[in-house]
């Protein structure tokens, strides 16, 4: 089970920090991820993390950073500059599949098996 909070209302440059914590297990190996959703929209990555890996859209790149506390089977997502665009609900999500030394980091919501509740965030203009 993923459990994400942290999301609210935020003026236009403004930073937020969003957190999902998994239960049921040692998600430590696996990689976990951000996706947004805006109204009418797909759900898009947002970034992702695993052994210490990161990949972000380039959409929030240099504003957005990935992290996470493996003891406490949580990821983070701290929010700098905030955009109007950045509206959205926010999901966590995690892949259980194991891609060795690879460095793969997946960035497709189809390649996550578990999906967090969300978390809205709103960006005053």
């Known amino acids: 089970k993923l459990q994400a909070s942290g999301g609210g209302l935020v003026q236009t440059g403004g930073s937020l920090g969003l957190s999902c914590v998994a239960s049921?297990?040692?998600?430590?190996?696996?990689?976990m991820a951000w996706f947004r959703q805006a109204p009418g929209k797909e759900r898009e990555f947002v970034a992702t993390?695993?052994?210490?890996?990161?990949k972000y859209a380039d959409s929030v790149k240099g504003r957005f950073t990935i992290s996470n506390y493996n003891a406490k089977n949580t990821v983070y997502l701290q929010m700098n500059s905030l955009k109007p665009e950045d509206t959205a609900v926010y999901y966590c999500?995690?892949?259980?599949?194991?891609?060795?030394?690879?460095?793969?980091?997946?960035?497709?919501?189809?390649?996550?098996?578990?999906w967090g509740q969300g978390t809205l965030v709103t960006v005053s203009s």
């Open positions: 999500a995690l892949d259980p599949k194991k891609y060795g030394g690879s460095g793969y980091l997946p960035a497709s919501k189809y390649e996550y098996d578990y």
């Open positions: 049921g297990g040692t998600f430590s190996s696996y990689t």
């Open positions: 993390i695993n052994a210490g890996r990161t």
